[in-house]
């Protein structure tokens, strides 16, 4: 596609549900990011790909988050039973390489609110 | 841990005048970014920053950057309404496991008033 697309655009669900946000990242894009921006927070970030394999899930912020990609392309971002602190936008970006000045593309996010 | 500090956070100003956004960051890196986020949208890259000294000017938007004083500022001239949204900097540090991570400012949030 032509940018990095994100699903859902909103999430909204209850808490101790299970979410799945997906994102799409450029063709070709080898890197591939997930951010959190919440409200007093800034920007986030979470866990890096490079292909397929995240070599440090060290920022993700519980147990209860995962990531997955497959075939060096699509991503999920998985949240286990969902707490209302998990309420934020999840920003995903992709760039051509994981290392050096490459610039990184941001998707439109995913607001996801925990009820 | 590397932090980013800018200000200010918010900013309203009026059509017309000129301002500066500062953007600090506590340790060395040569590459800066500057982005733009308008509510409810991602964020748009503006500028990349890759030397001492460098400027880049796009519009009425300036951005500089200055490695050793760790300092980059994003100077707008003449703001106009168009120009609304929260300003982000951001540097990055690479490694084999995050990277090319990004540390990003607080942001600004800019109102142009008519």
Request: hydrophobic share 30%; aromatic share 10%; charged share 20%.
């Amino acid at each position: 596609g032509a940018g990095v697309s994100q699903s859902p655009s909103n999430k909204v669900t209850e808490k101790g549900k299970d979410v799945e946000l997906r994102c799409d990242p450029i063709s070709g894009h080898t890197a591939l990011y997930w951010y959190r921006q919440s409200l007093g927070q800034g920007l986030e970030f979470l866990i890096y790909f490079q292909g397929n394999s995240a070599p440090d899930k060290s920022g993700l912020p519980s147990d209860r988050f995962s990531a997955e990609r497959t075939g060096g392309s699509v991503s999920t971002l998985t949240i286990q039973r969902t707490q209302q602190e998990d309420s934020a936008v999840y920003l995903c970006a992709s760039s051509l390489a994981g290392g050096g000045s490459t610039e990184a593309f941001f998707g439109q996010g995913t607001r996801l609110t925990v009820v | 841990e590397l932090k980013v500090e800018q200000n200010p956070l918010f900013l309203s100003m009026q059509e017309g005048k000129n301002y500066t956004i500062y953007c600090n960051y506590s340790t060395t890196s040569d590459r800066l970014y500057w982005y733009r986020q308008d509510p409810g949208k991602s964020l748009e890259s503006l500028f990349v920053l890759l030397s001492n000294g460098a400027v880049k000017q796009e519009g009425r938007l300036m951005a500089s950057l200055d490695t050793k004083a760790r300092l980059s500022t994003l100077h707008i001239t003449a703001a106009v309404h168009d120009l609304s949204a929260t300003y982000f900097c951001a540097v990055d540090r690479s490694s084999v496991y995050t990277g090319n991570q990004f540390y990003f400012g607080t942001g600004t949030s800019l109102t142009v008033i008519p």
